[in-house]
C-alpha cells in the first residue's frame, strides 16, 4: 500500500509491484563503468543549413560525437576519458511537452548511474510534464523564462539539466544550452527523445521513448475493435490515433493489426488529395468490400490527418494567423478570406467548432481536439447516400462509430522495450542529445551515443497564414513518415489484401513476461538504421585506407581508391567568383537605360562586358527581394548547358544604394523564347519549336532530378533564353526553391506567372516538380500553336480553353499547321540544336 497525495491508501496490483522490481537490461558499455571516446565533429543532417546553424550557435555547434564503450582495463584509448569515479554532481530534470510511457524510466536510469557513481549526488525535478511531477504548459523559449531558468539553476548550483520530451523541448534544449554557454554557466544542457508520436526520428534516433507502449495498448484496441466489426457485420469504424502531425503511430498499428484501411497524412500530402478526393476513395472501398457481401470495416487515420489536406492546411493556417492577430473566436469567421469562408461553411458545426479553439503553446492548431473521423465519416455517408440515390451503390445503408484513442494508451505502463530504452539514455555534455541506435538488434548490441543537438537542425520556412513572410530559424523539425522507406513499402503491398480480405492480426495486450515480451516496433526491426555502426565501419575502412595509401604507393591502387571514393561524394560546386559592387556598377554606367536589357518584378538585368571582354549579364535584384542569397546558394550547386548559369555576384551595395546582392551571369545574345514566338517577324519551324521544348525541358529534368529537387516556379517563355546557337536556356531563377525532404513541410506562399500557374498550386505545401511540369504543358502549348498563354486580343483568352476543345476534336495538328505555316509538317528534328543536348 502507497499513499496518494490527499493521504488515502492507494493499493498497488500484483502487476504493479512486479513491475516495479522489473530490472532493465543494459548493453555492455553501461554495466561495468563506461568508457567515454570522443569522435569527429558533426555537422547538420543537412549540410546546406550548416553555415546557418553555425551561426546560430557558435558556442554549441559542430561538437564531437561521443560513443559510450566497454571498458578496456588494460588499453589505453586515443581521445578517451574515464569516466568513473567523478565527484557528486547535482542534476535537475524537467519534463516537456505531452506525457508519455516511459517518461519516468528516464529518471530511474539517471538516479541509479548518478548514484552509483558517487552516492553524494542529488537529483531534482521539475514542475512540467508528466503524471508524478504535473502537467504544464510552461516553456523555456522567451528571453524572460531562459533568463529564470538560468537564475534557477544558479540557485540551485546545477551541473546540469536534463529535459525530457519530443521536438519541441529539444530544439528549446538546444537553445538553453547556447545561452548557458555564452554566459558561462555551468550547468550543462541534455536533451533526452521521449515523445509517443515517434516523430523525433533521425539518423541518430531510431525511436522515441514511449513510441512502442502507445503503438502495442492502440495495435490492441484496433484489433479488438476488427473483431467487433467482422462479429457484428454492419458497421465502418474511423478510429483515430494521436501522435502529432506525423503518421509513425498509424504506420506502425496498421502493420500491427491490419486494418482494411489506413490514410496517412503523409501520402495525402504528396499526391495533395482534396477533401472530397478522400473521400471517394473511402466510399469506392466500402463499394468494393460491398460487392463481396462485406458491410463492415476499420479505418484508422493520423490526428494529424486534417493538416495534410491541402484546402483544410490553408484554412486552417488562416485561422491560426487571426489568433495571432488576437481576433477572438467569436469574430474569427467573419474576418476569413472569401474562399476560406465557404470552406468553412462547407464543414459541419462540430469542426467548425473545433478549429477555432485557441492554439496549443507552440501556435499550432489543437489536433486533439478536431474530431476529423467523424468529418470523413460524415462525408463518407453523405457520399454514399449520394450514391444510393443516384443509383450506383445497391448495398446496405452505410453506418459508421468512430473513436479517438489517445489518454488511452499514453497513460499505459510501459513496455519492456521503452523500460530498457529509456533507463540507459543519460549523459554529462553540454548542448547533447542522449542516443542509443541498433535496436533491431537484442540489446546488448544497441550502441549508445551522445549527439549534439545541432547536428540535427535544420532550417526550413516557416508560415503563420496566407500572407505572412516567411522566416527560417535552426530548429529540429519533426520527421515525417518517409514514403521510400520499406515500412511504407510493406503497408502499400499488403494495402489492397487488407481492404477486401479481413487479415485482422490480434496482437494482444503488452507482454512484459514470456514469448512476446521482447517485441518491438516492427517499423524499426524492418529498417536499416544502424548509423552509428556504420560510422564505425566507414571510419575502419578509412583507417585501413591511409595504412596502404600513403606516398609512394603504386599508381593503380591510387587511381582505384579516388575511382571508388568519387562517385560517393558530391559534385564540386560551379566555380563562383566574387565581383566587386563598385566595379560591376561603374561596368553598367551606374546602371544607365543604354546597358538595360530587360525589367521585370524580381528587379532589372543589364549587359557588361568585362575587362576580358566576354558579355556577361548583370541581375540587380530590386530592394524588396530577400530572396538573393537563396537563389545564389541553388544556383551555385545547379548548373548545365541548359541553364542561363551563374558565373558570380558581388558584395551588398553601399548606402544608399539597395543592399542587395548583384547576380552575374551568362549572356543569352538572342533574346527570349517569347521573343521568338511572338515578335518575330518569322517564327521558327516546327523542327526548331519541337527542339526548344525538349532542350526546356531537359532543364527541368536536371532540376527535378536534383537531391532534393529544385522547383523553379516561373517556368514561361519570357524566362527561356536563346543563346548564340538559339538553343533554350531556361534563367530567371529568382523565385526557385528546393523541395524539402520532409513531405509535407511549410513552404512559402505560391507565386508565380498568372496564365502559367499551376491551378493545383494554392497553398504552400502543394508545391512539388508537378508544379513546374503544369506550367510547362502551358509553354508546350504555346510554342505549338504560336498563342500566347493569355491574349485578350483573342477568344478564349486563356491558350488552354482554347486548344482543349481542338485537342478533343482530334484536331491539335490543325493549330500546329497554322502557328508553323501550311507546309509546316511534325517531323523528328535534326541538327546541332538538339544533337547531345
Known amino acids: ?72 582495463p588494460d588499453t589505453v584509448v586515443s581521445g578517451s576519458s574515464d569516466a568513473q569515479e567523478r565527484p557528486p554532481v547535482r542534476l535537475g530534470v524537467v519534463f516537456s511537452g505531452r506525457q508519455s510511457p516511459g517518461g519516468h524510466n528516464v529518471i530511474w536510469g539517471t538516479f541509479d548511474a548518478m548514484k552509483a557513481r558517487n552516492p553524494h549526488s542529488v537529483l531534482l525535478g521539475f514542475l512540467g510534464g508528466f503524471d508524478l511531477l504535473g502537467r504544464t504548459v510552461d516553456q523555456i523559449r522567451t528571453t524572460e523564462q531562459v533568463d529564470a531558468a538560468k537564475s534557477a539553476c544558479c540557485d540551485l548550483n546545477l551541473d546540469g539539466l536534463i529535459i525530457i520530451g519530443g521536438v519541441t523541448s529539444n530544439s528549446d534544449a538546444a537553445q538553453l544550452a547556447e545561452f548557458f554557454a555564452e554566459h558561462d554557466c555551468k550547468t550543462k544542457v541534455i536533451g533526452v527523445p521521449v515523445t509517443l508520436s515517434g516523430d523525433l526520428r533521425n539518423q541518430f534516433v531510431e525511436a522515441t521513448v514511449g513510441f512502442d507502449t502507445v503503438c502495442k495498448v492502440n495495435s490492441q484496441l484496433i484489433s479488438n475493435v476488427c473483431l467487433d466489426a467482422i462479429s457484428a457485420g454492419k458497421y465502418y469504424y474511423f478510429v483515430r490515433l494521436m501522435g502529432g502531425k506525423a503518421s509513425h503511430v498509424a ?26 478526393e478522400i473521400t471517394n476513395k473511402i466510399c469506392d472501398g466500402v463499394e468494393a468490400r460491398a460487392e463481396q457481401g462485406k458491410y463492415h470495416g476499420v479505418l484508422v487515420i493520423p490526428e494529424g490527418l486534417i493538416e495534410s489536406i491541402p484546402e483544410m492546411y490553408a484554412l486552417i493556417q488562416e485561422i491560426n494567423n487571426l489568433h495571432s492577430s488576437n481576433v477572438t473566436e467569436a469574430d474569427i469567421p467573419s474576418q ?20 477555432i479553439l485557441h492554439q496549443e503553446s507552440d501556435n499550432s492548431a ?98 503563420r497564414g496566407p500572407g505572412a513572410v516567411p522566416i ?30 479481413d487479415f485482422y492480426r490480434t496482437p494482444g495486450g503488452i507482454q512484459f513476461e514470456g514469448p512476446g515480451a521482447g517485441t518491438k516496433p516492427i517499423t524499426v526491426t524492418i529498417e536499416e538504421q544502424d548509423y552509428l555502426g556504420d560510422i564505425e565501419i566507414l571510419q575502419a575502412y578509412l583507417d585501413k585506407v591511409r595504412t596502404i595509401l600513403k606516398p609512394g604507393c603504386s599508381r593503380e591502387i591510387l587511381k582505384a581508391s579516388i575511382s571508388s571514393i568519387a562517385p560517393a561524394l558530391p559534385p564540386a560546386p560551379a566555380a563562383i567568383e566574387r565581383f566587386n559592387y563598385a566595379e560591376v556598377e561603374a561596368a553598367t554606367s551606374h546602371f544607365a537605360d543604354a546597358a538595360l536589357l530587360g525589367r521585370g518584378s524580381h528587379g532589372a538585368v543589364y549587359k557588361v562586358v568585362l575587362p576580358s571582354g566576354r558579355a556577361v549579364a548583370v541581375k540587380r535584384p530590386s530592394p524588396r527581394r530577400p530572396e538573393v542569397d537563396n537563389e545564389i546558394r541553388i544556383l551555385s550547386s545547379v548548373s548545365g548547358p541548359r541553364f542561363v548559369n551563374l558565373l558570380g555576384f558581388s558584395d551588398p551595395g553601399p548606402a544608399p544604394a539597395p543592399a542587395a546582392r548583384l547576380l552575374v551571369v551568362e549572356y543569352m545574345p538572342n533574346d527570349t523564347l517569347y521573343d521568338l514566338l511572338h515578335r518575330n517577324p518569322r517564327p521558327p519551324g516546327w523542327p526548331h519549336r519541337l527542339c526548344l521544348a525538349l532542350q526546356t525541358a531537359r532543364a527541368l529534368r536536371a532540376l527535378h532530378d536534383a537531391d532534393p529537387p529544385v522547383i523553379h516556379r516561373d517556368v514561361k517563355t519570357a524566362n527561356v533564353l536563346l543563346d548564340a546557337n538559339l538553343s533554350a536556356c531556361l534563367g530567371d531563377f529568382g523565385l526557385v526553391l528546393r523541395m524539402p525532404k520532409a ?15 499551376d491551378l493545383a498550386y494554392v497553398t504552400p505545401e502543394s508545391l512539388s516538380t508537378k508544379t513546374d511540369v503544369f506550367s510547362f504543358g502551358i509553354l508546350l502549348l504555346e ?48 541538327g546541332p540544336c538538339c544533337a547531345g543536348r
Open 1 to 72: 500500500m502507497n499513499t496518494d497525495d490527499l493521504g488515502s491508501p492507494r493499493e498497488l496490483t500484483g502487476l504493479q509491484r512486479r513491475r516495479a522490481l522489473y530490472q532493465p537490461e543494459l548493453p555492455p558499455c553501461l554495466l561495468q563503468g563506461t568508457r567515454v571516446e570522443f569522435g569527429d565533429p558533426t555537422t547538420t543532417i543537412d549540410s546546406k543549413c550548416a553555415d546557418i546553424v553555425a551561426q546560430a550557435f557558435p558556442h554549441t555547434f559542430g561538437q564531437r560525437l561521443v560513443r559510450f564503450l566497454e571498458p578496456h
Open 251 to 276: 504506420l506502425e498499428c496498421a502493420l500491427q493489426s491490419h486494418p482494411n484501411m489506413v490514410i496517412l497524412g503523409e501520402e495525402v500530402a504528396f499526391s495533395k488529395l482534396t477533401l472530397k
Open 336 to 355: 476569413l478570406s472569401p474562399w476560406a469562408a465557404a470552406l468553412f461553411k462547407f464543414l459541419p458545426s462540430f469542426i467548425r467548432r473545433e478549429l
Open 366 to 463: 489543437q489536433l486533439s481536439q478536431i474530431d476529423t473521423e467523424q468529418l470523413l465519416a460524415h462525408l463518407v455517408e453523405a457520399e454514399m447516400n449520394k450514391r444510393t440515390k443516384e443509383g450506383k451503390y445497391k448495398g446496405r445503408k452505410f453506418s459508421s462509430v468512430c473513436h479517438f484513442f489517445g489518454s488511452q494508451a499514453r497513460g499505459s505502463l510501459p513496455s519492456n522495450f521503452d523500460c530498457n530504452y529509456a533507463y540507459i539514455m543519460a549523459a554529462g555534455l553540454n548542448g547533447y542529445m542522449a542516443t542509443v541506435t541498433n535496436l533491431k538488434d537484442s540489446t546488448n548490441k544497441w550502441r549508445c551515443a551522445a549527439v549534439p543537438l545541432t547536428a540535427m537542425m535544420s532550417v526550413r520556412r516557416h508560415l
Open 472 to 501: 527560417g530559424r535552426p530548429v529540429i523539425h519533426p520527421s515525417p513518415i518517409d514514403l521510400k522507406a520499406e515500412s511504407y513499402a510493406v503497408l502499400r503491398e499488403k494495402a489492397s489484401s487488407f481492404l477486401l480480405d
Open 743 to 757: 513531405i509535407g513541410a511549410a513552404t512559402p506562399v505560391p507565386a508565380g506567372m498568372l496564365g502559367y500557374l
Open 783 to 830: 510554342i505549338m500553336s504560336g498563342r500566347k498563354a493569355i491574349d485578350v486580343q483573342h477568344s478564349p483568352s486563356f491558350v488552354v480553353k482554347w486548344a482543349v476543345p481542338l485537342l478533343r476534336k482530334r484536331q491539335g495538328c490543325l493549330a500546329v499547321r497554322s502557328a508553323c505555316g501550311a507546309a509546316a509538317r511534325p517531323a523528328h528534328p535534326q
